[in-house]
Structures are given as C-alpha cells and as structure tokens.
DNA sequence: TGCTGTATAGTCCATGTGGACTAATCAGTC
DNA sequence: GACTGATTAGTCCACATGGACTATACAGCA
C-alpha cells in the first residue's frame, strides 16, 4: 500500500518544500539550493530535477501556473504548490524523522523539520533518541559477540566508527531536544516568510 | 575518462571483496552478507545482485566458473574472482578512503581497508583527517556568517548536527590513525583465510 | 569587430535499482 | 496425508538517476 509520500524521493520533498516560499520554475531551484547549498543533502543535477517535478505534477502535488518567456531563450515553466503537496511535505517528515535507518532521508527531515509544529518536532525526535539507543546497543552487542568468536580488530573498525558516530549523535541529539523545548527557541516559519527568500533571489540575480 | 573502477557500485565492490574469500553463487553472497549484516552499508536486494554480477562479467572483473544444479532447483551460477577484478578493489578503496564526500561510499572503503597494506591506509585515513577538518571548518564558517545574517536557529539544526557528528568522526579517526600504526595493532589477511568464511558459511546451513 | 566564456533553461538516453513475480523443494503440523 | 510456510535460486520490468548534449543571450576583452 505505497502510496504518494512513500514514494517522495529526496529532492522530490526538497522541491515541494522550496515551493512554500513561493512560485517557481525548475532551473530557479536549482540555482537557489545550490546557493543554499543544498546540495549537501541531495545531489541535484537538471535531468533529476526535470523529471522530479514532471513526476511531482503527475502525482498532483504541484501544478503549473504559467508558461513565460524572456527574449528568445528557452520557456520557464512555472509551478506552484497544491494543497496536497504542502500535506505530502509534512507527513513525509513526519514518518522521516524519527528513523534511524536511512541517514539521507534524517538529514533532510531534520533540516525541513519546521515544517512541524515545535511539539510533534520535539515528540519525534524523542521517539528517534529511543531508537537511536537501541541501534547503538545492537552495535555494542554486535562487536563484542564478534570479538569473543576471535574476530580480528581489523575487521570491526567500520562498526567502531559507526559506534562513536551514533554515540555522538546522541549526546547532540539530547542537547537539541532539550533546546527545541524551550519556547525562547525560535520555530516556524518567520513573520515574514518570502523576506529571505527574496533576499537570495536578488543576490542570485547580480 | 571514467575507468572500470570508477564505475563500480558500492554493491560491486562488496562483491568483489567476498570473492577473495572464495567462489560463489550470487544467491549465496545475498545469503552470506546479511549474515553479515553488510546491509548495514549497502542495499541488498536479488534484482540489483543478480544485475551487478551481470555487470561485473561483461568488466572482466569476475568470471563463471561452473553451473551446478542440485535436484530439480534452478541452476546455480559460480563466479570466481579475476585479477582485474582482485586489483580493482584495491583501487577503489583507495580512492574512497580519503574522500570526505559519499559517506557512504567512505563506511565501504573502512570496512575493505584491510585489502589495502597498513603503511596504505594509515597514509590515506591521514589525507582524510585533513580533508574532514577543512569540511568542518567549511560547517563552521557556513554557520556564523548565517547566524550573522540573521537566519533563525531553528534552519541551521541539521549544519549543527552535522558539525557534531564530523567532530565525533575526527577525535576516532585520530584515535584509530594511532592505534593503526602500532605494529601491534593486527592487519592484513588472517593466516587461514577462509577459516573464518567457513565457519560462517556452514552456520548458514543448518 | 570578432572571439571566448558563462549563464539561462532546458531535453534525451544509457544505466542502476528495487520490488514483484516464478517455481521448485523441504520442514513442520494438525 | 494434505496443507502451510519458509528456503532456494533466480527473472523481469517500471522507474529514478545523472551525465551528455542543445541552443540562445550576454559580458568581457583584445
């Protein structure tokens, strides 16, 4: 039963989440999360990007709003969000966020988390520490077990890494919890939501 | 100029690496790495094994060495491992092991660093600890001049995790760069190398 | 004036992935 | 003795990805 949100790639819900701060065509996207640097997250290059949002469109959770043309260059076709987008954007974080497989797909929900309410945000990141200090015991279990069998050290580096990373991950995690519950913490989206995205634009533009 | 070994999948190189422990059918490697619990790094799916292995032949980097069939089940393919193909993970791994890019791709080169010689892989894991301190300078940097520019904290929760976590990876890669280099430290292949292989292999049969 | 390089806004296609499907065998069980 | 479910060993196909390619416009420079 896979339905829309299941199969939102991640560039597919860093584009929906892009278009809540307004109307725009695909190769504007691209140059803004380069600027953003996005591309930390997803890799973006313009075949991905064409057909994400062609997919997107057939799925219903953006739609074309107009066709323009500057001179004699290329059409920009622009799109905008539907209802069911912005929802898909949400429910797609929501089921994201407090996994512990898939790191690419955390690293986006993280990053797109305040498109949460502060308390879901706050609830989903409890339920992933728990799942976080579970994961972290399967590998401490995993490496002993092994080591008593005689598994040479050699062979257990990537699981000791991956240890002190998730170890790491959850102190920060603690702390972030922490921080996000209290109300002087700023969340949401800002009292004047297009101010920087505006800002960028214009930058991009020089 | 993209080579052979540029080519290569994450899977592919897992495959190759399995190899050297002795010949196998493609079913049998599925088998053998989520014993393993290699799926913690890669996806292991049938489709994407059996088309992989595919690839790895038409590379030259592998080659069949037999079909048997026992009873009326399908056929079982055998592949044995070439030199190409032997050489290729060496190579790869030693391209990934420095990269601070493709996480994922890094976790695969740790886990094979052992096919490399010690005096290699120290080297390289000391290239990698410059090339992740300047990435972490980068976060750094990235996060005050966003902060100086007003961006409110609740974006810049997933840079934050980041740093923490590169932090985490910097103090164990140092920590291991030492542990590495102490000619005590075991490395290489154990003495009876498919001893281990072995034993695993027939508790996966009963 | 002509030339080079870069920005704009895309299309197209080879390839890798993953999930559904097949089909036989074997172990357990009621 | 029939039925169920897991295991074995794969095939097949829809689809997402990414890199090559196209074509125009504009800016700088010599």
Do not use: C
């Given at each position: 039963?896979r339905?829309?949100?299941d ?8 584009v ?6 307004g ?12 600027i ?13 990007m ?7 469109e057939r799925a219903?959770?953006l ?5 323009e ?5 290329p059409?920009r076709t ?10 898909a954007v ?6 994201e966020?407090?996994?512990v ?13 305040h ?13 992933r520490?728990a799942?976080l ?7 401490t279990?995993?490496r002993?077990?092994a080591?008593?069998?005689g ?6 580096l990537?699981?000791e890494r991956?240890?002190?990373v ?5 102190a ?7 921080r ?5 913490f700023p969340w949401g ?15 991009a533009?020089?």
């Amino acid at each position: 039963m896979r339905d829309a949100v299941d199969r939102l790639t991640p560039l597919g819900v860093m584009v929906l989440a892009l278009l809540r701060e307004g109307d725009m065509h695909p190769y504007e996207m691209i140059r803004l999360m380069r600027i953003r640097r996005d591309d930390r997250l997803v890799s973006i290059t313009t075949g991905t990007m064409y057909n994400t949002v062609a997919r997107l469109e057939r799925a219903g959770l953006l739609e074309e709003v107009g066709v323009e043309r500057e001179g004699n260059r290329p059409e920009r076709t622009t799109y905008t969000l539907t209802d069911a987008g912005a929802d898909a954007v949400v429910e797609w974080v929501r089921r994201e966020l407090p996994r512990v497989d898939n790191p690419t797909e955390f690293r986006i929900a993280l990053a797109e988390a305040h498109n949460l309410d502060r308390e879901t945000a706050v609830e989903l990141l409890v339920v992933r520490r728990a799942a976080l200090a579970g994961a972290h015991l399967t590998l401490t279990e995993g490496r002993t077990h092994a080591q008593a069998k005689g598994v040479p050290e050699q062979y257990l580096l990537e699981v000791e890494r991956e240890q002190a990373v998730v170890a790491a991950e959850l102190a920060w995690l603690d702390a972030a919890i922490a921080r996000l519950d209290d109300p002087d913490f700023p969340w949401g989206a800002p009292a004047e939501p297009t101010e920087r995205y505006l800002a960028q634009r214009k930058a991009a533009r020089r």
